[in-house]
């Protein structure tokens, strides 16, 4: 089989949220000897390329999104031993920690926003639910994160966005990474008081404003 071919099977099994038909492309690649790191960029981040194109234009919906992240999962099950054995990696517009607030469990939001980021070449670290502000911090400079993104679903727990932020203050850490904030009772209004970087209304919405935070960063 050609190298096109391989490629545009790979892509074309992420739009399809076909998980299986990804696996067998995947091998089917190594067995060709292509380079693993180039299954991935020319052909499973293709297609999810397309399929979040999709989303963002209302033509595909949250199911046919996480379902093309699993078909993309589950092709690098097969791809990642062998880019790590070839010391390969992927390259990523940007690193962005995410988590839901301290006293809050509330996780659909932000596995959303997660998913998406995904789909757009970003790496995500999610942190899940109820995450202590220091916790947000200490993990941010673990992994180098470019981007702190924090979820709020109860007006309870929107002042641990404004404690982070704060934290970060008091650790002369500010500067360090951009912040952004999002959920059901968040408002830019709250976030331009808290001195949040950026707000977003939808995951969509969250995805562009921080490519354009990056971008301004530069």
């Known amino acids: 089989m050609e190298k096109q071919e391989i490629m545009e099977n790979l892509a074309r099994g992420v739009v399809d949220g076909d998980p299986e038909a990804c696996r067998q492309n995947a091998r089917e690649a190594l067995r060709e000897g292509i380079d693993p790191l180039d299954a991935v960029e020319q052909g499973l981040s293709g297609g999810m390329g397309v399929v979040g194109d999709r989303f963002e234009r209302g033509e595909v919906y949250l199911p046919e999104l996480l379902m093309a992240a699993d078909a993309f999962n589950a092709a690098m099950e097969i791809l990642r031993p062998e880019m790590e054995a070839q010391n390969k990696e992927l390259a990523k517009i940007g690193t962005v920690l995410l988590g839901t607030v301290k006293g809050d ?17 970003f790496s995500v670290v999610d942190m899940g639910v109820d995450i202590p502000s220091l916790g947000f911090i200490e993990e941010a400079k673990k992994v180098k994160a470019d981007v702190i993104a924090l979820s709020s679903l109860m007006t309870t727990s929107m002042p641990a966005q404004r404690e982070v932020i704060e934290t970060l203050k008091e650790m002369n850490l500010r500067d360090r990474y951009l912040v952004i904030v999002g959920g059901g009772p968040v408002s830019k209004e709250w976030a331009d008081q808290i001195g949040a970087d950026g707000y977003g209304k939808s995951a969509v919405e969250a995805v562009q404003i921080i490519k354009g935070l990056l971008a301004t960063r530069g």
């Not at 469990?105 to 926003?113: F, Q, R, W």
């Open 105 to 121: 469990v509330h996780n659909i939001g932000k596995n959303i926003v997660a998913t998406v980021l995904e789909t757009r070449g």
